[in-house]
C-alpha cells in the first residue's frame, strides 16, 4: 500500500494549495487515485494547517491503519472540514480507533462515510463510543463493515436519543 497511482506533478500541485490554504479549493476529491498509505500521510500533513476545505474524498485510495491514523490526528484539530469520504479501503480496528479518538474532539464533522471498510464488531464499538460524546455528526455510514449481529448493538445504543 505504498505506491502512489496519481501524476505527481498533480499531487504535488493539490497538497501545495492544501497548504497555502488556497480559498478556491473546499474540495479536495482523490477517490479512485490509489495514493496508498504514504500519499495519504501526505494529504494528512498538507491539512494541519488548512482552513478552508471542507469536503475531502479518500474512497478507495487504498489507503491502511497507518494513514488513518496520520488523518485522525490532524483532524482533532482541524476545524473546517465537513465531510469524509474513506469508502473502500483496507483500515479495521486500529484506524476506527483512530477517528474514534478523533470524533471525540472534532466539533466540526458532520459527515462521515466508512462503508466498504473491515472495521468488524470491534472497530464499530470503538467508533459508537465516540459517538456519545460527540455533537456535531450528524451522518455516519458504515456498510459492509463486517458486522456480526450483536455488532451492531453498541452502535444502536450510542444513536439512543
Do not use: W
Not at 495514493?35 to 491539512?47: F, I
Request: aromatic fraction near 4%.
Amino acid at each position: 500500500m505504498n505506491q502512489i497511482d496519481i501524476d505527481p506533478a498533480a499531487l504535488t500541485h493539490f497538497l501545495e494549495r492544501l497548504r497555502t490554504n488556497d480559498p478556491s479549493l473546499s474540495k479536495l476529491d482523490f477517490a479512485f487515485k490509489l495514493l496508498g498509505n504514504e500519499g495519504a500521510e501526505r494529504v494528512a500533513t498538507a491539512l494541519e494547517k488548512n482552513t478552508s476545505l471542507q469536503k475531502l474524498d479518500l474512497s478507495f485510495a487504498n489507503t491502511g491503519e497507518k494513514a488513518m491514523l496520520s488523518l485522525a490526528h490532524v483532524l482533532k484539530a482541524n476545524t473546517t472540514l465537513r465531510g469524509l469520504y474513506l469508502i473502500g479501503n483496507a483500515f479495521g480496528v486500529e484506524g476506527a480507533r483512530a477517528l474514534g479518538e478523533m470524533l471525540k474532539v472534532n466539533s466540526t464533522l458532520t459527515f462521515l462515510d466508512l462503508d466498504s471498510n473491515p472495521l468488524g464488531d470491534e472497530g464499530v464499538a470503538v467508533l459508537a463510543d465516540a459517538l456519545k460524546t460527540n455533537c456535531t455528526l450528524k451522518e455516519l455510514r458504515i456498510d459492509r463493515a463486517n458486522l456480526s449481529r450483536s455488532g451492531v448493538i453498541p452502535l444502536a445504543d450510542a444513536l439512543k436519543v
